[in-house]
């Protein structure tokens, strides 16, 4: 399996396709993770047990969204969004 870290159009193209994905941070919080659309624009969004983190095509691999909002448990720790992608590409 290739491990190449995804672009955010493959990630989003992979969830519309599959539905949610659940990724664990570094600190061991879960996220329920989709594929939407936020101010008109395709979004990966992330729910952590409150709120909720948009990762626009500009923010994508940033620590913080454009909105200032903490991004970094999606990329780090033991199942991130990319450990997701990279398990479920090709099969959605």
């Known amino acids: 399996m290739c491990n ?3 672009t955010f159009r493959e990630v989003y193209e992979s969830l519309r396709q599959s539905g949610l994905a ?3 941070s570094s600190r061991g919080t879960v996220y ?3 594929a939407g659309e ?3 624009r395709p979004a990966i969004i992330g ?3 409150s ?3 948009v990762i626009h095509d500009d923010c994508w691999q940033d620590d913080k969204t454009c909105q200032g909002t903490w991004a970094g448990g999606l990329y780090h720790g033991p199942y991130s969004i990319i450990d997701w992608y ?3 590409k090709g099969n959605g």
């Open 22 to 24: 659940h990724v664990t």
């Open 4 to 6: 190449k870290t995804p």
């Open 47 to 49: 729910y952590p047990a």
């Open 51 to 53: 709120g909720r983190i």
């Open 38 to 40: 936020v101010s008109g």
């Open 32 to 34: 329920t993770v989709e």
């Open 86 to 88: 990279n398990e479920h």
